[in-house]
T-cell receptor, first 111, second 112 residues
Framework: DADVTQTPRNRITKTGKRIMLECSQT?????MYWYRQDPGLGLRLIYY???????NKGEISDGYSVSRQAQAKFSLSLESAIPNQTALYFC??????????FGSGTRLTVV | QKEVEQDPGPLSVPEGAIVSLNCTYS??????FMWYRQYSRKGPELLMY????GNKEDGRFTAQVDKSSKYISLFIRDSQPSDSATYLC????????????FGGGTRVLVKP
């Protein structure tokens, strides 16, 4: 199994719908992150969590919410999806100052 | 201006050539520097990790950090078609909780 698993891999949804992206990790790390990737804009941090009781906004959190259900699980929700949220979404985990381990990504299209 | 600047490329080189990639940054607090490789439709994977200034070598890959110039580099020797990917630099500081700030990535194409 992959160290970081994201579901679904691809999703097409309509404007206004609520959608949840899920992430689970087997690394045993406390820190988890959600990023979105857009052409020309690189990876931008949406939310991050340093442990189960710690949730923090990143640079582009508007329109998103998260839930840290357990050390291994961190989900991202779009309460009311809009077309400019069409992007590639990545979940990642890390330990301290170490490098991140990323999932394979979720390609989300909002029509 | 972005905190971390990286030329988007694409950078096209013949097989066997040296690939030279770099990033500049503005935040002098950055102390951990990384390079990630991302293949199409995949998540980024950690390639090189360095702390503070200096060089680090791992096989065909060499990472250099010059904190005085706020400049980091990645060199790939004897490049192979399998090195064709997007390379992202990333950096962090203890003051910011070691959250990574990424460059936009450089797309590299190694032609057989």
């Amino acid at each position: 199994d992959a160290d970081v698993t994201q579901t679904p891999r691809n999703r097409i949804t309509k404007t206004g719908k609520r959608i949840m992206l899920e992430c689970s990790q087997t690394k045993g790390h406390d820190r988890m992150y959600w990023y979105r990737q857009d052409p020309g804009l690189g990876l931008r941090l949406i939310y991050y969590s340093f442990d189960v009781k710690d949730i923090n906004k990143g640079e582009i959190s508007d329109g998103y919410s998260v839930s840290r259900q357990a050390q291994a699980k961190f989900s991202l929700s779009l309460e009311s999806a809009i077309p400019n949220q069409t992007a590639l979404y990545f979940c990642a985990t890390s330990e301290g100052s170490g490098g991140y381990t990323f999932g394979s990504g979720t390609r989300l299209t909002v029509v | 201006q972005k905190e971390v600047e990286q030329d988007p490329g694409p950078l096209s080189v013949p097989e066997g050539a040296i690939v030279s990639l770099n990033c500049t940054y503005s935040n002098s607090a950055f102390q951990y520097f990384m390079w990630y490789r991302q293949y199409s439709r995949k998540g980024p994977e950690l390639l090189m990790y360095t702390y503070s200034s200096g060089n680090k070598e791992d096989g065909r890959f060499t990472a250099q950090v010059d904190k005085s110039s706020k400049y980091i580099s990645l060199f790939i020797r004897d490049s192979q078609p399998s090195d064709s990917a997007t390379y992202l630099c990333a950096m962090s500081s203890k003051a910011a909780g070691n959250k990574l700030t990424f460059g936009g990535g450089t797309r590299v194409l190694v032609k057989p």
